[in-house]
């Protein structure tokens, strides 16, 4: 099995100007290296964090899934983040899964953040994605995803992990980097494998602030990478597959994780 090369774009989002992103992370874009099979940027990349899908929300042809489509295309990776989008009327903070062919998967945010009152306005989803990317299974999700260990739980089926790396896409603020970093090592911990998460930085009109502490641990949750602490950064990162397979060899722990059923 290839190792996984990917790279993550810790960026400062400007509130409400889809423009000034999209032109911002084309330039961020530019210091990918060549060899990266994947990219993936913060959640609401294109808006920030959170706006009125009324005014902001966009189809699966508007600009936004366009423009993704554009560079997945120029720099021939998978390129991944999220955007409010309207599908069949209903308002969604869906995370696009863009392949260089222009085909795409879409994972909808399924823990709305009520204590923001996201979920007032958009709706959680009901499905969860698991993608395939050079024969590695990859589970994106989206920031307050992590709080919830039921959702992102691997599975051990058939003597195979369902996925192998597990994806936050995040605004999460700097008042609460303590149960970021506590949470990614434990979903690593636990799901017995590679977990990265993206966050943003900067401060919105709110008054929130954005640190960042975006990072790459592996599955014993140690940090691989990490980006600096309230810096823009394009990071690259190597996942080695054969660490990953013989470290779950040694410590098979997914042959006793217990069986179950999650009701939607």
Same mark, same amino acid.
């Given at each position: 099995?290839?190792?996984?090369?990917?790279?993550?774009?810790?960026?400062? =989002?400007?509130?409400?100007?889809?423009?000034?992103?999209?032109?911002?992370?084309?330039? =961020?874009?530019?210091?990918?290296?060549?060899?990266?099979?994947?990219?993936?940027?913060?959640?609401?990349?294109?808006?920030?964090?959170?706006?009125?899908?009324?005014?902001?929300?966009?189809?699966?042809?508007? $600009?936004?899934?366009?423009?993704?489509?554009?560079?997945?295309?120029?720099?021939?990776?998978?390129?991944?983040?999220?955007?409010?989008?309207?599908?069949?009327?209903?308002?969604?903070?869906?995370?696009?899964?863009?392949?260089?062919?222009?085909?795409?998967?879409?994972?909808?945010?399924?823990?709305?953040?009520?204590?923001?009152?996201?979920?007032?306005?958009?709706?959680?989803?009901?499905?969860?994605?698991?993608?395939?990317?050079?024969?590695?299974?990859?589970?994106?999700?989206?920031?307050?995803?992590?709080?919830?260990?039921?959702?992102?739980?691997?599975?051990?089926?058939?003597?195979?992990?369902?996925?192998?790396?597990?994806?936050?896409?995040?605004?999460? $603020?700097?008042?609460?980097?303590?149960?970021?970093?506590?949470? =990614?090592?434990?979903?690593?911990?636990?799901?017995?494998?590679?977990?990265?998460?993206?966050?943003?930085?900067?401060?919105?009109?709110?008054?929130?602030?954005?640190?960042?502490?975006?990072?790459?641990?592996?599955?014993?949750?140690?940090?691989?990478?990490?980006?600096?602490?309230?810096?823009?950064?394009?990071?690259?990162?190597?996942?080695?597959?054969?660490?990953?397979?013989?470290?779950?060899?040694?410590?098979?722990?997914?042959?006793?994780?217990?069986?179950?059923?999650?009701?939607?």
């Amino acid at each position: 099995m290839k190792n996984l090369h990917l790279t993550y774009i810790q960026a400062n =989002l400007f509130w409400q100007d889809k423009q000034a992103n999209l032109e911002h992370f084309s330039e =961020l874009l530019k210091e990918v290296p060549s060899e990266t099979d994947l990219m993936l940027l913060p959640e609401t990349f294109n808006t920030a964090f959170p706006v009125d899908p009324k005014m902001f929300a966009e189809t699966v042809d508007g $600009p936004t899934v366009q423009w993704m489509k554009q560079e997945a295309q120029a720099l021939n990776a998978v390129i991944c983040g999220t955007l409010l989008l309207e599908i069949d009327g209903h308002y969604h903070n869906s995370l696009v899964w863009m392949r260089p062919d222009g085909s795409y998967e879409l994972y909808h945010k399924r823990h709305t953040f009520s204590m923001g009152g996201e979920n007032q306005l958009v709706e959680s989803g009901s499905e969860s994605l698991i993608v395939e990317l050079n024969g590695w299974r990859i589970k994106p999700m989206v920031c307050y995803d992590i709080r919830f260990p039921v959702w992102s739980r691997n599975r051990y089926l058939d003597g195979r992990y369902e996925y192998d790396l597990g994806i936050y896409l995040a605004n999460f $603020p700097a008042s609460r980097m303590n149960v970021w970093n506590t949470l =990614l090592q434990a979903r690593a911990i636990e799901n017995q494998a590679y977990f990265v998460g993206v966050n943003r930085v900067g401060d919105d009109p709110e008054g929130i602030h954005y640190s960042g502490c975006s990072q790459v641990l592996n599955a014993k949750g140690e940090v691989i990478t990490i980006a600096k602490t309230d810096m823009e950064a394009v990071v690259p990162c190597v996942l080695d597959y054969e660490k990953l397979q013989s470290f779950r060899e040694k410590f098979p722990v997914g042959k006793d994780w217990d069986s179950f059923t999650l009701n939607h």
